[in-house]
């Protein structure tokens, strides 16, 4: 009985050891987003690429990541103006717009 406890133990232990390495050595990021890693020592780089989509491997007190969305977003400009003959016109653009990936890092620094 005393081999079963220290056996159930000892797997417990080890379930519980590594369910805390993969909460402080991964991160995920989301469909739609983009990751830039931030490392206390060294920063963020201009030229850091950014981390896609998925699961992905940190050094736990040292690399951050952020997490930016990079899905298109909408932006409706409206305006009014007057025509010719004096009537008032109401005009309205809609823009989509989304950051490019390959400039994340900068991007993040600039902000």
């Not at 050094?59 to 990541?65: R, W, Y």
């Not at 298109?72 to 025509?83: A, D, E, N």
């Amino acid at each position: 009985m005393q081999r079963v406890l220290g056996a159930a133990t000892s797997l417990g232990g080890a379930v519980l050891f590594a369910g805390i390495a993969v909460e402080f050595f991964t991160f995920d990021v989301d469909a739609g987003t983009r990751a830039v890693m931030f490392d206390k020592i060294r920063g963020i780089k201009e030229d850091q690429p950014s981390v896609g989509e998925g699961t992905h491997f940190k050094i736990p007190f040292i690399q951050i990541p952020v997490i930016m969305d990079v899905r298109s977003r909408p932006r409706s400009i409206h305006s009014v103006t007057g025509t010719k003959d004096l009537q008032m016109v109401n005009i309205s653009l809609r823009v989509l717009s989304r950051p490019r990936e390959d400039q994340m890092a900068k991007i993040y620094l600039t902000l």
